[in-house]
């Protein structure tokens, strides 16, 4: 088989770029987590070019039927609905 090879040079750089990619997004994360701890306990930001700031997501509760149909599935849930706590008794 002859033609182009894959040169030893291309396979160093592709290795010194996995490993340089690897350190930094370790170092990304190490710096995400302790910006996020530093917002989480009030601290303010430096003012200057770049802000930070917590995404706040509003959570609406589950209502309760799905949440049992969910984990214990529509029998279940059907037979609590009818006979209230008595099902509850006689299945566990």
Known sequence: MTGVRI???ELRE???L???VSEKAKRLE???SSVKALL???MAVEFGRFD???LRRIARHVPWKQAVIEG???TFADAFR???KKILLTMY
């Open 82 to 84: 009818t006979h209230g």
């Open 7 to 9: 040169t030893q040079q």
């Open 40 to 42: 989480l306990a009030k």
């Open 18 to 20: 996995q490993r340089e």
């Open 14 to 16: 592709i290795f010194d």
């Open 72 to 74: 214990l599935g529509v």
């Open 30 to 32: 190490e710096l995400k």
């Open 52 to 54: 930070a700031q917590l």
